[in-house]
């Protein structure tokens, strides 16, 4: 059995699916077969870049959502927020995401532990705003940096500003993916897309990492916002199951016009088997998002996991995973025109 030794993953963060960005995904896996440990080859970074988390084995299917408010829970009623992006042509949105994470592999008489860490910077440029409020955006990177200390060896450390000949093996296919044409985003000014029926859209060119669940109507403190989820996991290499995930928003305050909402995900399916566990390690993280609700955008998010799994590859092993995921937002950044659509793709990273 193949378990992931890195969450790189973001916002991306939350419980939702999160595509666009190469660096989400795992710089490597590590393969524990009868209670040893063995690295493995690295994965190959995916296009998608809805920032932060990334479930091993693990594919988002859909996202039913439920709403309650603070009167459904006793709770006392005040001033209601309409909690909405606003998007300006041609305006830049830049975020740093700095993910940290360790895992802990124990066996027989050994022990292995992983440290991984990714810093990158991403700048989004604004177009095509429309009267409803949703746009267009293209993204590049600006900065990225990752590591992996495995063990007692030293540090693998990668950064966009070396050469290609210069990355190490583990990280080149993710440096090849980071030259090219800027993707682009379709950006919703109601946060993530539902369809009638409440199940999350996803859109065809990828998720930027900065879209969270936003509530359909105004909310007040205290009122909580909800979505099931399915993620697949792996039996055997022919066979996945279906696992319901439950995410609950909720509104804790709102001080000097930033909303401040808990996330907060945990698993609904009935779970055994130490393989499935072993796979939803990251899949239930807990967090805030700090959303500035005049300008229209999220500000801050941090997300947190530490799980655990007992006999995760035999009698008498274990295996665990903590990790933190911070992204925030940065101030626009004076870009040349001609550089707008160029980011890492014009830097030293080249052949």
Known sequence: MTLSLNAL????????????????????????????????????????DDGGRTLPKATYLEDDV???????????????????????DGEQLRYQTTQTMTQEAVGENQRKIDISTVMQKRRFQVTDVRKNGDASATMQFEKVHMELKSGDLDPIVFDSSMTLKEVPRLYQAAARKLRGVAPEFELSAAGIKL????????????????????PQNEVRIGDTWKSTLEVEVRLTTKVNRTIRLLRTHRLTKV????????????????????????????ATPQGTIQFDIARGRVVRRELNFDKSVLGAFGAGTML????????ELLPPAK???????????????SD
């Open 9 to 48: 993953l973001m916002f991306s963060l939350l419980a939702s699916p999160i595509t666009d960005d190469p660096t989400q995904k795992a710089p490597q896996d590590g393969e524990v077969k009868g209670g040893s440990v063995e690295k493995s080859s690295a994965a190959a970074p995916d296009k998608n």
């Open 66 to 88: 439920e709403f309650f408010t603070a009167a459904d829970s006793g709770e006392k009623q005040g001033e209601s927020y309409l909690l909405r992006y606003q998007f300006k």
């Open 195 to 214: 369809d009638k029926e409440g199940v999350e859209i996803a859109p065809e060119k990828g998720r930027a990492c900065f879209m969270v669940l936003l």
């Open 255 to 282: 001080e000097d016009g930033i909303a401040h909402i808990t996330v907060s995900t945990s698993v609904m399916s009935p779970v055994v088997s130490v393989q499935v566990k072993s796979q939803l390690l990251q």
């Open 320 to 327: 665990s995973a903590k990790g933190k995921t911070v992204e």
């Open 335 to 349: 870009v040349a025109k001609s550089d707008r659509n160029e980011g890492i793709s014009s830097s030293r990273l």
